[in-house]
């Protein structure tokens, strides 16, 4: 199965429902973080969090590498990430901090990351890709992922950084799937991965009542778990009490 292409260390978590300021679920993110095995923690990194009563932040990222030294790295910029989250709503400007982060205490380590906002208002998601994998967006039709092109480089590498922002309208019957490398490239073969990731998900599309997340993870790695960090989030769009704009309907 193919998919269109368009413009601190978790233990794996429950799914719940991010709660809004009005008292709506909307939408339900799940998280699942898995280190390499045979060590303590890893490079990966992935959190959500609601910012106000219309917006859900999300973030992910990687950095290379195993052991101690990675992932006190990834701390130290997981932390920055989120403060900047709270500080900024322009996706591109939270990986510029994030940058300057990395650059000045990665010491040429390659960090990968994505910065997104969930607009459940408008249905809409603004991010910025620093070189990670693009989000998988899964509806009843099929699956898509948001690549830009050319793609923005990852974190560290020069001092100044700017990457471009996007914003894709969500529909309203959709999963998305925000993932490392660890996901698709289990095999050392990231077609293959990708495909296995587009069928899981669309596996997991039509069972709104499961952890997303970790389900995902669970059918990719049925027959290879692979070496190598790995984390995912699932975002699925639930209905709003309040302005019942969106809807989500499950086949």
């Known amino acids: 199965m193919t998919a269109d292409r368009i413009a601190s260390r978790h233990e794996p978590a429950r799914g719940e429902a991010l709660p809004s300021a009005d008292g709506a679920a909307d939408p339900r993110v799940t998280l699942w973080n898995s280190a390499a095995a045979a060590v303590p923690a890893g490079g990966d990194w ?21 052991g101690e030294a990675v992932a006190e790295t990834m701390s130290v910029l997981r932390r920055s990430v989120l403060r900047a989250m709270q500080e900024t709503r322009v996706p591109s400007d939270v990986l510029a901090i994030a940058n300057d982060v990395a650059y000045r205490h990665a010491g040429g380590v390659i960090v990968t990351a994505i910065v997104a906002f969930f607009d459940r208002r408008h249905g809409t998601l603004a991010f910025a890709n620093a070189g990670h994998p693009p989000p998988l967006l899964t509806t009843a ?7 830009q092109l050319p793609a923005d480089l990852p974190l560290g590498v020069y001092p100044a950084y700017s990457a471009a922002d996007y914003v894709v309208a969500v529909p309203a019957d959709a999963l998305l799937v925000f993932y490392t490398d660890g996901i698709t490239e289990h095999r050392r073969d990231p077609i293959c991965g990708e495909a296995e990731l587009v069928a899981a998900a669309r596996v997991v599309h039509a069972r709104p009542e499961i952890n997303a ?39």
Do not use: M, N
């Not at 984390?231 to 499950?250: H, N």
């Open 141 to 147: 039709r099929g699956g898509a992922f948001l690549q």
């Open 46 to 66: 992935c959190a959500a969090f609601p910012i106000s009563d219309r917006l859900t932040a999300v973030t992910i990222g990687d950095v290379s590498g195993h």
């Open 213 to 251: 997340a970790r389900a995902i993870a669970r059918r990719v790695f049925r027959t290879s778990r692979g070496d190598d960090d790995a984390a995912a989030i699932a975002l699925r769009i639930l209905p709003s009490r309040r302005d019942g704009l969106r809807t989500l309907s499950a086949t």
